[in-house]
T-cell receptor, first 114, second 113 residues
Framework: DAGVTQSPTHLIKTRGQQVTLRCSPK?????VSWYQQALGQGPQFIFQ???????QRGNFPDRFSGHQFPNYSSELNVNALLLGDSALYLC?????????????FGSGTRLTVV | DQQVKQNSPSLSVQEGRISILNCDYT??????FLWYKKYPAEGPTFLIS?????DKNEDGRFTVFLNKSAKHLSLHIVPSQPGDSAVYFC????????????FGTGTRLQVFP
């Protein structure tokens, strides 16, 4: 049973560029959440997608956007990259209304902005 | 504004002894709390949770205690094993079925022989 798969695992981008990160949820899960974990910090909620709609959003600027596809996979897009966007980006999948215990995290994408 | 705080960035414990990891929160709307364990190059994995209607929950070597009046929870690991060495995150949510978790900054636990 495959867990949450994220790609790529590492990425280096230049300030001002745009990046797209991808996430395939655990089999059977229909909800995808994205988190940003800066160095030395805990993960911070970016947004959650369910039924291809953004269900809730954290305190992140509009440069951060996302998408969920009919097969429940998801993308996180970040425009106009800043040095401060360098972080580990974690995707978590769950089953709607299952409860927080059901959250399953991927291993993350390490984004470095230079 | 850090709503979930883990004030000890690191903890070192001898194998076989008890490890106690602490977490404080400020938001009184939080009513569900979780602990995650994270190894390097892996995502956080769920360890144990507790609802605000309880003050204790046990799962094998892991026990979580919740003190609502003090807005404090702790994770006890007994006995500690070298494989428990990891970063532990405390997280909170407003409700069991909700959209987001609020995480603390983590405590790095090292269990030495």
């Amino acid at each position: 049973d495959a867990g949450v798969t994220q790609s790529p695992t590492h990425l280096i981008k230049t300030r001002g560029q745009q990046v797209t990160l991808r996430c395939s949820p655990k089999s059977g899960h229909d909800t995808v959440s994205w988190y940003q974990q800066a160095l030395g910090q805990g993960p911070q909620f970016i947004f959650q997608y369910y039924e291809e709609e953004e269900r809730q959003r954290g305190n992140f600027p509009d440069r951060f956007s996302g998408h969920q596809f009919p097969n429940y996979s998801s993308e996180l897009n970040v425009n106009a990259l800043l040095l401060g966007d360098s972080a580990l980006y974690l995707c978590a999948s769950s089953l709607a209304w299952q409860g927080m215990d059901g959250y399953t995290f991927g291993s993350g994408t390490r984004l470095t902005v230079v | 504004d850090q709503q979930v705080k883990q004030n000890s960035p690191s903890l070192s414990v001898q194998e076989g002894r008890i490890s106690i990891l602490n977490c404080d929160y400020t938001n009184s709307m939080f009513d569900y709390f979780l602990w995650y364990k994270k190894y390097p190059a892996e995502g956080p994995t769920f360890l144990i949770s507790i609802s605000s209607i309880k003050d204790k929950n046990e799962d094998g070597r892991f026990t979580v205690f919740l003190n609502k009046s003090a807005k404090h929870l702790s994770l006890h690991i007994v006995p500690s094993q070298p494989g428990d060495s990891a970063v532990y995150f405390c997280a909170a949510s407003e409700g069991y079925n909700t959209d987001k978790l609020i995480f603390g900054t983590g405590t790095r636990l090292q269990v030495f022989p």
